[in-house]
């Protein structure tokens, strides 16, 4: 075979100077159009995760979830009492009915109580609505500072208060229903006032429905508010057993 060509020779060498002309420019421009391309997907990323989060902000704000869907309302607490800080009749039924179901469950005991001012009707005659309320603040915190932590308080009435009592048999409950009484009492005489409290209590278990626990509740409180009354109008004083005193705000 005959040797090739000295003009053979110079084709084969351009030929691989430019192949290796463009293999060194591939290596030198590629990464760089790769980072750029990776910058734009990032770039886009970024801009759909930005789109996102405001839509989900923006879903928050108004109660639904990024997909449309509506989501759970805010929590908010229910009213409390403003003259004493105490839950009101609507949390009291509910408290009733959670204690009953626990109580019907684990067989355990759980026991009303029923707190009313007594004589605070005649206060108002004689004193005014104004100085008789007085007398409100000072019976709740009696009745906050010997509860426990367990125990639930609620205002019912004008001078109606509840507590419900977990883990408490009737007889058990007597001491919470005695030293709220000996307190009041102890600030009302004190203070020179004719009202007392009137308390009737009763216990829920296995044997006694709630509903039949607060009718003994309120037949115990009615029979001790009519002894209060046939105290106060035989006891000393003036006319309807009440004294010229006007209630002052008391410390309990």
Known sequence: MDPPS???????????????????????IGPRLGDRSRGRSLAVDGAVGAGIAAMSNGASRNGRSPLGLMGPPEATAPPLDPETGFDLSPVWAR??????????RYRRSATVVIVEVEGLDRLVERFGAEAAGRLIPPVATTM??????TDRLARLGAV???????ETDEISAIN????IRMACDTWLEAGGVAARLAI??????????????????????NADRR??????????????????????DAEA
């Open 160 to 166: 109606r208060f509840g507590a419900l009592l977990p």
């Open 144 to 149: 906050r500072r010997h509860a426990r932590e």
């Open 200 to 221: 009737g209590w009763a216990e829920a278990n296995n044997g006694r429905t709630m509903d039949a626990a607060l009718m003994s509740a309120e037949d115990r409180l």
């Open 6 to 28: 000295q003009q053979t020779l110079l084709v084969v060498i351009f030929v691989a100077i430019v192949a290796n002309l463009f293999l060194a420019i591939g290596l030198l």
């Open 176 to 179: 919470y229903v005695e030293r």
């Open 227 to 248: 002894h209060e009354r046939l105290t106060s109008d035989n006891g000393a004083g003036t006319e309807d057993g009440v004294t010229e005193t006007e209630p002052a």
């Open 95 to 104: 408290w009733l009915e959670e204690e009953e179901a626990r109580v019907r």
